[in-house]
């Protein structure tokens, strides 16, 4: 079983950048969908991108398109979530998650395996 870590979040003022890694231990960490979810205060937990076994292909939230990137690294059990331009509304503990399945999924429902979660604040 995978089991997730992630890391990399902090304060950031609007505008800027920051990397989330996920690091995944197991040897099947190449037969899960990768998801990135977030939560925010007061708010359910939202779908924000994911990229399918392979890395080829990826499916992205219409609030992150062309500011977030998200990729994986099968070799290394690693998923990173490049965001850029960041904005006070991103503000969320972020989430990785994985999936057992071929397609892109965008439902908590379809997740299994979670991480702890890291909070990304960014500030106006």
């Known amino acids: 079983q995978v089991q997730l870590v992630e890391s990399g979040g902090g304060l950031v003022q609007a505008g800027g950048s920051l990397r989330l890694s996920c690091a995944a231990s197991?040897?099947?960490?190449?037969?899960?969908?990768m998801g990135w979810f977030r939560q925010a205060p007061g708010k359910e937990r939202e779908f924000v991108v994911a990229?399918?076994?392979?890395?080829?292909?990826?499916y992205y939230v219409d609030s992150v398109k062309g500011r977030f990137t998200i990729s994986r690294d099968n070799a290394k059990n690693m998923v990173y979530l490049q965001m850029d331009s960041l904005k006070p509304e991103d503000t969320a503990v972020y989430y990785c998650?994985?999936?057992?399945?071929?397609?892109?999924?965008?439902?908590?429902?379809?997740?299994?395996?979670w991480g702890q979660g890291t909070q990304v604040t960014v500030s106006s």
């Open positions: 197991g040897r099947t960490f190449s037969s899960y969908t």
């Open positions: 990229i399918n076994r392979s890395g080829s292909s990826t």
């Open positions: 998650a994985a999936g057992d399945g071929s397609a892109i999924f965008t439902t908590t429902l379809k997740y299994a395996l």
